[in-house]
C-alpha cells in the first residue's frame, strides 16, 4: 500500500461525514461487473481486496478508499476492417455508394456488435481523503484518470468542491530556480538525475536520464532560456519522485526508511493489519513531502485556503509574487475570457484543450475569471457557470 504516484486536490468545504455515513454512501457506488454491452464501469471496491469487505479505512483521519475501473479494449483497426468489409458487401450488393449518414450508423451497429467480445481490462486507483489537511491525492499520474475518480466520489456525496492542489510560484519556475541556482535550493531537497528542458519557442524538448544536473551543459541550457518541467527530486530519508510542471508526482518510491518501519510494525499475517500500516506510515511521508514542496513554492495559492500552511512546513507568501502568478497578468488571461465567453463553457479541462495548457495553470485562470466575474463560483454541484456574454 504505497502510492506510485500523487496526484493532489484541494478541498473546500470538505463534507462533515462520519465513517459509518460514508461507508454506506460508498457502498450505494459500489463496483459491479461489466456487462455484455458496457464499454466501461466505475465503482469503489474494498482497499483490501478479497482480503476485506470494507470499502472504507479510516486510520487517525487518514481515509482509504479504492475505486476499480473496468473498460472494455475494441481496437479500431478491428472495428475499421469490419466496417470495410460489410460497406464493400452491401454496394456490391445493392449497387450504390453508400451515404455518410449510413456510413455511420453502420460503424455503431458494428462496434456494438463486437463490444461484447472485447477484452476487458481492470484497473484499480486508490485515493487517500486527508481530512487534517483537506487534502484528496490519487493514487495516478494522469489527471484524466484523476479526476475519473473524483467524478464519481461527487456522485456518491452528492457534491465535492475541489480543486487541483497549485503553489503560489508556478512548479515550473521554481524547479528552474533550483536548478540554476544552489543558493535557492531548500535544504530538504537533493537533486536526482533525471530533467526535461522545454524551450519558450519552437526548439522542442531536451531530456536527460543519469545525468549530473548541476553539470555545464545542463546550466548553458538554462542561461539559453530553457526552463525545468519535470525533475527528478529527493526528499531526505522520505522519497524520490520526479515532479512535474502540473505538480504531479511520478514514478514515486519511498525511502527504504519509511519501508523498513512498515515492516517492522506489521502483525504476522492479517493483510487487514498490513494494508492500514502501511498506508498510515505512506500518508506520514507523503503529508511532509507534499508539505515542503507547498513551502518552498510559496504556500498555497490564493483560493486554495490554508490548511497546508499551518504544518510544520508551512511559510508565509509573498504578496507580490501571488499577483505574478495568479492576478490577470497571465498573458493568457484575455484569450481564456474571450474562448469561456464564447464557447459558454466553464470548464477547466475544456479551457485546458484549447489552450493546450498544464491543468494547474488552467484551474488558475478559471478561478481567476471566477474573482472578475466572467464565471461563477463552483455551485453545490462542483460546476460554474459562464456570467458575462460573449
Known sequence: MFFKAATAYHLHDAPDLDQATL?????????????????????????????????????????????????????????????????????????????RQEKIALKEQVYEELLPRAFVRTQKIDLWWDTRRGLIVVNTGTRKRAEEALDLLRETLGSLKITPLSTQTLPMRGMTGWLGDTATRPEWLALGDTVELKAKGDDGVVRARQVDLDSDEVQQLLEGGRQVSKLAIGAQNLATFVLHDDLTLKSLRFDDRVIDEASQAEDGDDALVRLETDFLLMTQALAQVIEQLVASLGGIAQGQGTALEQGPCGGDVDPGQQQ???????????????????????????????????????????????????????????????????
Open 23 to 99: 461507508e454506506a454512501a460508498l457502498g450505494e457506488q459500489a463496483f459491479r461487473p461489466l456487462g455484455g454491452s458496457e464499454a466501461r464501469r466505475l465503482g469503489w471496491c474494498a482497499p483490501a481486496g478479497r482480503a476485506g469487505t470494507q470499502l472504507l479505512h479510516e486510520l487517525q483521519g487518514q481515509r482509504l478508499i479504492t475505486l476499480l475501473r473496468q473498460e472494455r479494449l475494441l481496437p479500431a483497426g478491428v472495428v475499421k476492417d469490419e466496417l470495410e468489409e460489410r460497406v464493400e458487401d452491401i454496394e456490391a450488393r445493392e449497387g450504390r455508394p453508400l451515404r
Open 324 to 390: 505574478d502568478d495568479q492576478g490577470v497578468e497571465d498573458p493568457l488571461y484575455a484569450e481564456a475570457a474571450e474562448y469561456v465567453t464564447t464557447s459558454r463553457k466553464a470548464s477547466v479541462s475544456a479551457l485546458q484543450r484549447h489552450l493546450n495548457l498544464v491543468y494547474n495553470r488552467a484551474a488558475r485562470l478559471i478561478e481567476t475569471l471566477a474573482t472578475y466575474g466572467v464565471v461563477s463560483p463552483i455551485d453545490a454541484q462542483g460546476r460554474r457557470h459562464v456570467l458575462t456574454q460573449g
